[in-house]
Structures are given as C-alpha cells and as structure tokens.
Nanobody, 127 residues
C-alpha cells in the first residue's frame, strides 16, 4: 500500500510563495511519475504539474507555467511544488498523486492516470 502525505499549505498574500511537499511511502518511488492537481470549491480537480521518475522531466498547466516548479528528491521519497507569484485564483486544495505504472492510454493530465492520492493540503491566497 502506498501512502502520500502532503504538507506546506497555508494562507499567503497575493504575490507570495509557498512550497508544498509530498512524502511517499514505498521502496520504488523513483520508478514512478508523480503529479500535482488542485481542486477549488465547486470545480473539478485539475492538473497542475507532473514530473517523471528517474529523468525528472516536467510539464505544467498553462495557468501555472513560469510561476510553479515541480521537483523531486528520490532519496527522500518526496516530490515538491514550489509556487511563486501566487494569485487568488490559485486558491484550492492541492493533491499529489502517483501515476499508474500502466497508463492505459490516459494522458498524464487526467486524474484517471493516477492510482494513489494524498489527502490534500489547503492553499489560500488572499488578494
């Protein structure tokens, strides 16, 4: 059983920064791509960023490109999301997730491409 635990959320003013962490259990963390998603009240969960396993190739939603950076430390079984220049529209619960080893043709931007999820951490940006 894989467990993902997010931390680092909080209240920040617009223009500020936060760094989210996602600690994963398991011995094969580096084998898996990871993703960050977010869900605002009344909205569907949406893709934010993804990072592959060993090569750490990254991709981002257009809405956060240039402001957010995803990274990972495989020695610590942890993936990070550095969020800069935060806007009020970034307010949401942020989730990390582990990508399925067999993608079944789903894009990495889709929630169904992921099999394990954390409980989420709240990020609130005040304007």
């Amino acid at each position: 059983q894989v467990q993902l635990v997010e931390s680092g959320g909080g209240l920040v003013q617009a223009g500020g920064s936060l760094r989210l962490s996602c600690a994963a259990s398991g011995r094969t963390f580096s084998n898996y791509a990871m993703g960050w998603f977010r869900q605002a009240p009344g909205k569907e969960r949406e893709f934010v960023a993804a990072i592959t396993g060993s090569l750490s190739t990254t991709d981002y939603a257009d809405s956060v490109k240039g402001r957010f950076t995803v990274s990972r430390d495989n020695a610590k079984n942890t993936v990070y999301l550095q969020m800069n220049s935060l806007k009020s529209e970034d307010t949401a619960v942020y989730f990390c997730a582990r990508r399925r080893p067999i993608t079944l043709g789903y894009s990495y931007t889709e929630t169904v491409a992921y099999d394990y999820w954390g409980q989420g951490t709240q990020v609130t940006v005040s304007s």
